[in-house]
């Protein structure tokens, strides 16, 4: 919906473990939390995805999710075909972040413990595209 806010944080995800990826027909749902410790943790953090979503690993970038121009009204049958590729979902479940970052105007990123890196991009579209909770984020 906007581009990526310069102020962005999400050190919360730093450590937390990608524990579930919930699909639904145009969006999908990354859930995190923090690994078994005796230390007091900060809440699970979630983040909804109705943009695009790529992974890049070993060299290669596979675009998973696009809703972009997908889910508009009045797209035609063909454009709401949001998912493209979901054979690298069982490669992200149980690892870590270890890393994020802002990587353009429309675009951040996570990366995990396996060294894939999620790639989420929003557009200029009337719909929110990210929602993360736990640092509480609307792109």
Known sequence: ?????????????????????????????????????????????????GGTVLVDFEGSTTLMLDTYPGCLVGATVEDKVAWRDASKLPILVGESVVAWSIEGSHEFSITLSNRAKLRFQSHDSPYEEFTIFGSRWII
Do not use: K, W
Not at 17 to 26: M, T
Not at 40 to 49: L, S, V
């Open 1 to 49: 919906m906007y581009p990526i806010p310069l102020d962005l944080d999400l050190d919360c995800l730093i450590g937390q473990d990608l524990v579930s990826i919930s699909i639904g027909r145009y969006s999908m749902h990354l859930y995190f939390d923090r690994p078994s410790t005796n230390f007091p943790t900060p809440r699970p953090a979630e983040i909804y995805c």
